[in-house]
């Protein structure tokens, strides 16, 4: 919300539900000192808004939602509580991971997504066991830069449904992406052999001569002990999510016919 301020203060009045059918202009410069290292949001083009009237996120591209100018200062990081640390950091490598396997083709973004994997693993339990461990901080916010650049590839995931688990839950949204995140990869991986390699062999594995199914099997297992290490392990029923909010859960993660799908989910 606080990047389409600037949007806001400067067209009186916009009603965000119809922002696509508005005019909007540059908008008041900005900028951005990000202090959580996520998804990379202070070098994107978007913002994201949960809609009063309908309940659900819209997503709204404009150029008038990017920074002027963006400090990546890994000592305003060092505060964020482990918690914190591990949930963001899931976050970028979830969407890491789901950008790499998008069927849009975009070698670009297939190299920018396998860099942010390896920063992540790399980065991550450093930057979660020790706070001021300004190299591991700084390393996660570049990987959170390569989060929103790997987000220029159109299309969707299989995992962008999990935001909806905050709104219904009060769940975090990387806490939700890695609760997530390795039945997503198995689900895939059955459909689709030999998918997670180059993310294994980005993670530091070494799956280059396995078999499909091997290759598949360790970068899964990988990350889920990887998730696990962090504090991020569970079903969504012990961080909040009942069985009675199934049928919205799914309702709230499907595509709808709303003016943000048009330019893709957050």
Request: some cysteine.
């Amino acid at each position: 919300m606080a990047k389409a301020t600037p949007v806001a203060g400067e067209k009186a009045g916009l009603d965000f539900s119809k922002f696509y059918e508005e005019r909007i202009g540059r908008g008041w410069p900005f900028h951005c000192d990000p202090t959580t290292a996520g998804t990379g949001s202070e070098v994107g083009r978007s913002s994201v808004i949960t809609l009063q009237a309908t309940g659900r996120k819209a997503v709204l591209f404009h150029p008038a939602l990017l920074a002027r100018l963006v400090i990546l200062d890994s000592k305003l990081t060092v505060e964020l509580p482990p918690k914190l640390t591990a949930a963001t950091g899931a976050d970028a490598l979830t969407h890491c991971i789901e950008s790499f396997t998008c069927p849009v083709f975009h070698p670009m973004c297939d190299g920018i997504a396998l860099e942010g994997v390896h920063l992540v693993t790399k980065y991550l339990p450093r930057a979660y066991r020790e706070g001021n461990d300004l190299e591991a901080r700084g390393n996660m916010l570049v990987a959170r830069r390569w989060v929103a650049l790997r987000s220029r590839r159109p299309g969707r995931g299989p995992f962008t449904g999990a935001s909806c688990f905050r709104r219904l839950c009060g769940m975090h949204h990387g806490l939700a992406n890695a609760l997530c995140l390795v039945a997503g990869m198995k689900f895939c991986a059955e459909r689709k052999p030999g998918l997670y390699r180059r993310i294994g062999v980005a993670c530091g594995l070494n799956v280059i001569d396995c078999s499909d199914q091997e290759a598949d099997q360790e970068t899964i297992r990988f990350i889920s002990n990887f998730l696990a290490d962090l504090g991020l392990s569970g079903k969504l029923r012990d961080h909040g999510a009942k069985p009675e909010q199934l049928n919205a859960l799914v309702e709230q993660a499907l595509p709808g016919p709303l003016p943000q799908d048009k330019c893709g989910a957050g």
